[in-house]
């Protein structure tokens, strides 16, 4: 066989191929390769068998073949059944073999056997056919990533498809203005695999980075909260402490008041007594280190503006929620209730928040007493300019949150009191 232009660019195209089956296995596999040094030579091992079989024999059947135990080989690095591994090596064979058949067909390569020598020449149809099956691995990994609960922007859908298409129209106005210029076109083909390859590495590890990021922000807020659990404890312990070691002398006190006829003095004793009782109050001790420390620092506040809170929590020490979900939800609910109840009367000023789990639901209700109108425009709720009501604010990125666990949040607000119920299956 002739070592012409067109071999050179299938073994270039043969190597970007490896970089197609990578993110193939990121689509199919939950976890990394156990061991990176096997997974690498495995796939080494496809780029040589199969490169090796279509110089030597170069029959489809038996590239099919030889693609498809080589792709499994490369898999079997992976953490899985062999029934899955069969499954996926299937699936990655097909997904490889639609965009062959497609442009095969475009460029007039319709009649052929699987059991006789290929005589494919067309540098441009083997580049446009790594190019779409590497279009179509990018919108799998996208749509992963989106069933994943991960933010995939409308730029990266976009960039995932013109980035390959402006690189495989450029390759072909490129080869068709410099002809059969070897040199140019190897490199050129060589550029455009690098620039795609490149395009979405630097991506991904922008990605990681910005995970990275991520995790340290939330494990500060994690910080935060147990800091601000452990001092209202700590504070709670010392003052339950003072408050046994002064309540023998505050009850003789009140006694003698009582005997000695002195009603209002004894009354005014027993407030004092009793406004002690209501500071660094733990309105949450289920153990969950993240809801406890919220729901009490929130709550601290709360008592401070006069408002009674009513409080059921039961939930277990760790939730298979992200530390970011809790907070956005539970913490929007109680700034939109503290705010709203600063505008109504002391006397009414009543909060009650239940957060329970039970058969691997997450059940959050919140109520509260409001003044004022409430708007809606467009079915969400909104806040007018001359109304101090709050309640609006949040609740879409509440909403957002609630629906990642595939949960429901129902609103509703008669009679002057304000309620959310939600449920997030976790």
């Not at 730029?155 to 040199?183: C, H, K, Q």
């Not at 401070?304 to 907070?327: C, G, H, Q």
């Not at 957060?355 to 059940?363: G, T």
């Amino acid at each position: 066989m002739e070592f012409d232009t067109y071999n050179i660019v299938y073994l270039i195209s043969n190597f970007f191929t490896i970089f197609i089956i990578q993110r193939f296995a990121e689509v199919f596999f939950s976890k990394q390769c156990y061991n990176k040094i096997l997974s690498i030579l495995a796939y080494f091992l496809f780029f040589i068998a199969t490169s090796l079989s279509y110089f030597i024999f170069d029959i489809p059947i038996i590239s099919l073949i030889v693609n498809w135990l080589t792709i499994f080989l490369a898999f079997s690095t992976y953490s899985s059944t062999i029934q899955k591994r069969s499954i996926y090596t299937t699936y990655t064979i097909a997904f490889m073999l639609f965009p062959e058949l497609v442009v095969g067909a475009v460029t007039g390569y319709l009649h052929f056997s699987v059991f006789k020598d290929g005589s494919y020449s067309s540098e441009v149809g083997i580049i446009a056919t790594k190019i779409i099956t590497y279009i179509e691995v990018l919108v799998f990994n996208n749509i992963k990533s989106s069933k994943d609960n991960k933010s995939v922007s409308s730029s990266l859908w976009l960039a995932t498809v013109i980035i390959p298409f402006t690189t495989l129209i450029y390759e072909i106005m490129f080869v068709d203005s410099n002809g059969a210029d070897r040199s140019k076109m190897i490199t050129s083909v060589a550029l455009l695999f690098i620039i795609n390859a490149t395009a979405f590495y630097l991506y991904d590890a922008l990605s990681q980075s910005y995970i990275k990021q991520s995790q340290i922000r939330i494990l500060e807020k994690e910080n935060f909260l147990y800091s601000r659990q452990c001092e209202i404890m700590q504070s709670s312990t010392e003052e339950l402490q003072s408050f046994r070691h002064d309540m023998n002398n505050q009850f003789i006190a009140i006694v003698q008041l009582l005997n000695s006829k002195k009603y209002e003095e004894a009354e005014i004793q027993l407030q004092k007594l009793s406004e002690l009782t209501k500071s660094k109050i733990i309105f949450s001790t289920s153990g969950n280190v993240i809801i406890d420390g919220l729901i009490n620092y929130k709550l601290q506040n709360a008592v401070a503006d006069n408002i009674k809170v009513k409080t059921e929590i039961a939930v277990s020490n760790k939730l298979p929620i992200d530390t970011t979900d809790i907070v956005t939800v539970i913490g929007n609910l109680l700034d939109n209730a503290i705010f709203a109840l600063q505008s109504v009367p002391n006397d009414d000023r009543n909060l009650t928040l239940k957060v329970v789990e039970s058969q691997q639901r997450l059940i959050i209700r919140i109520s509260n007493p409001y003044c004022g109108q409430i708007f809606c425009k467009d079915g969400v709720i909104v806040t007018s300019k001359g109304d101090h009501l709050n309640h609006g604010y949040g609740l879409k990125s509440i909403a957002k949150t609630v629906d990642k666990y595939k949960g429901y949040m129902q609103i509703d607000y008669l009679n002057n009191t304000f309620i959310v119920d939600i449920i997030m299956y976790i």
